[in-house]
Each structure stands twice: as structure tokens, then as C-alpha cells.
């Protein structure tokens, strides 16, 4: 039986899954796609067409929740990220591709860890108040531009810096959309376009169009809290794959 359909209907799962959480949630595109689409096209070209989506997933999601967009604090999280991402870049570049991918998954889980701990922390505390100045965004906003080049994950830095600061959800998913679209299009322009089959571009964009409508129409059903808690043991299982296959040299 002829199995080459297979890659295609991957990659229309992961970009819809992708989608779909970010309507809901604010961020988790590139949390539950990068690992898997790494699986399917290779570390480089798999975080770059993470990269390409995310900013057309990104910008229109902030289409529909732009007047909850903080333009201030979000600036202020992308000026760093902005120069992070060259040197994310030129790592992505120049790593092996074995070596990228063991990058790409590693970065994930770590990232995952990070949010699962500080979340816990700031339940048992309810929060921990607004930011008193620019330090954590400037910090938040550089890693957020180094994963995003390196391994397409730029999402749990700016929520692990939401989280710290006390940034409400609503404000923060809303500008987030912002950070990513201006994030992710400085990575593209820093490692260019991916090459891939002109079929594979039109199953990636009809993916995301459907995993968007999805999510809005689920949006006001399913609990933020639940398809954050699904989009995470996504983003796990793949990244986790992600790993063991450039471990065993693809």
C-alpha cells in the first residue's frame, strides 16, 4: 500500500493542533507543531516552516484580539528579542543536524519544566504582582528571540515572565500575538524562506486555516486550562521523540 500520504497528513495534524491551541490559549503553535514537524522535515527546515506559520497564525489571531494588545510592554518585549535572534540564528545555521534536533526537543522539554514549576509556584503565592521595571522583560524578550531561531519556541519565555509578574491572561495572550509576529519575522528574514513542495505549503496553510476556525469556535467551550494542559502533553510526547530519534542520528 502506498504510504506517501503519510508525511502530508502529519504535517496537517501538527499545524492544525498547533493552531487550534493558539486560538484558545494565546501561544502553543509552535509548542505542539515544532517537535513534530522536526520529525518530519529535519531540524532546520522544520523550525523554519514553524517560523513562517507562527507569524500568519500569530497575525491573525491578533486580528480578532487586537484591542486587548498591551503595544508598550509588548515593544518592550520584542526590542530584545529582536537581537537575540541573530545569534539563534547563526546557531541554527552552523549546528549539526543531529545535534540541532537533540537541541530543538531538549529546548522544548526544558521550556515545559519551566512553565509547569513556575505555574505550581504561583498558584501556592496567587501571583506575584506586576513587573517593577524593564530587567525581566528585557531578559524574557532575548530568550524569547534565541529559542525562537534555535528551536522555533519563543512562547514559554514571555509565559514564564506573564506568569512571574502577575500579567493577566487576557492582556497577555492578546499581546503575545504581537511578539510573536514581530519575533518570528525577524527569524525568517534572518534564515530566509524553507523550500518545500508547493503541495506541502497548500496542506500547511489549509491546516492552519482550519485548526484557527476550530479554535475559535471551541474557544468559548473548551477551558483555557484544559487545552493548555493537552497542548503541553503534546509538546512533551514530541519533543521527547524529537530527542530519542537525533540521539539515534535520525
Given at each position: 500500500?502506498d504510504?506517501?500520504?503519510?508525511?502530508?497528513?502529519?504535517?496537517?495534524?501538527?499545524?492544525?493542533?498547533?493552531?487550534?491551541?493558539?486560538?484558545i490559549?494565546?501561544?502553543?503553535f509552535?509548542?505542539?507543531?515544532?517537535?513534530?514537524?522536526?520529525?518530519?522535515?529535519?531540524?532546520?527546515?522544520?523550525?523554519?516552516?514553524v517560523?513562517?506559520?507562527?507569524?500568519?497564525?500569530a497575525?491573525?489571531?491578533?486580528?480578532?484580539?487586537?484591542?486587548?494588545v498591551?503595544?508598550?510592554?509588548g515593544?518592550?518585549?520584542?526590542?530584545?528579542?529582536l537581537l537575540a535572534?541573530?545569534?539563534?540564528?547563526?546557531?541554527?545555521?552552523?549546528?549539526?543536524?543531529?545535534?540541532l534536533?537533540?537541541?530543538?526537543?531538549?529546548?522544548v522539554?526544558?521550556?515545559?519544566?519551566?512553565?509547569?514549576?513556575?505555574g505550581?509556584?504561583?498558584?501556592?503565592?496567587?501571583?506575584?504582582?506586576?513587573?517593577t521595571?524593564?530587567?525581566?522583560?528585557?531578559?524574557?524578550g532575548?530568550?524569547?528571540?534565541?529559542m525562537?531561531a534555535?528551536?522555533?519556541?519563543?512562547?514559554?519565555?514571555?509565559?514564564?515572565?506573564?506568569?512571574?509578574?502577575?500579567?493577566?491572561?487576557r492582556?497577555?495572550?492578546?499581546?503575545?500575538?504581537?511578539?510573536?509576529?514581530?519575533?518570528?519575522a525577524?527569524?525568517?528574514?534572518?534564515?530566509?524562506?524553507?523550500?518545500?513542495p508547493v503541495?506541502?505549503?497548500?496542506?500547511?496553510?489549509?491546516?492552519?486555516?482550519?485548526?484557527?476556525?476550530a479554535?475559535?469556535?471551541l474557544?468559548?467551550?473548551?477551558?483555557?486550562?484544559?487545552?493548555?494542559a493537552?497542548?503541553l502533553?503534546?509538546?512533551?510526547?514530541?519533543s521527547?521523540?524529537?530527542?530519542?530519534?537525533?540521539?539515534?542520528g535520525?
Amino acid at each position: 500500500m502506498d504510504a506517501g500520504w503519510l508525511p502530508s497528513l502529519g504535517l496537517a495534524a501538527a499545524v492544525a493542533l498547533g493552531a487550534g491551541t493558539q486560538r484558545i490559549t494565546g501561544l502553543g503553535f509552535a509548542l505542539v507543531s515544532a517537535p513534530f514537524l522536526v520529525l518530519l522535515l529535519g531540524p532546520f527546515t522544520g523550525v523554519l516552516v514553524v517560523n513562517v506559520l507562527g507569524v500568519a497564525a500569530a497575525v491573525l489571531v491578533l486580528a480578532q484580539v487586537r484591542r486587548d494588545v498591551d503595544v508598550r510592554r509588548g515593544l518592550l518585549l520584542s526590542a530584545p528579542a529582536l537581537l537575540a535572534v541573530l545569534p539563534g540564528a547563526w546557531v541554527a545555521r552552523h549546528t549539526a543536524p543531529d545535534v540541532l534536533q537533540v537541541l530543538v526537543g531538549g529546548s522544548v522539554v526544558v521550556a515545559l519544566l519551566a512553565l509547569l514549576v513556575i505555574g505550581r509556584r504561583s498558584g501556592a503565592r496567587g501571583g506575584s504582582g506586576p513587573g517593577t521595571g524593564p530587567g525581566p522583560a528585557v531578559l524574557a524578550g532575548a530568550a524569547s528571540g534565541f529559542m525562537n531561531a534555535t528551536a522555533g519556541v519563543g512562547g514559554p519565555a514571555l509565559t514564564v515572565y506573564a506568569v512571574a509578574t502577575g500579567w493577566p491572561q487576557r492582556a497577555f495572550a492578546a499581546t503575545a500575538q504581537l511578539c510573536f509576529t514581530v519575533i518570528g519575522a525577524a527569524t525568517v528574514a534572518a534564515k530566509g524562506l524553507p523550500s518545500l513542495p508547493v503541495v506541502d505549503w497548500a496542506v500547511a496553510a489549509a491546516a492552519l486555516g482550519a485548526g484557527l476556525v476550530a479554535g475559535t469556535a471551541l474557544s468559548t467551550r473548551v477551558r483555557p486550562s484544559a487545552a493548555r494542559a493537552a497542548a503541553l502533553a503534546l509538546a512533551l510526547l514530541g519533543s521527547l521523540a524529537t530527542v530519542v530519534d537525533g540521539l539515534l542520528g535520525g
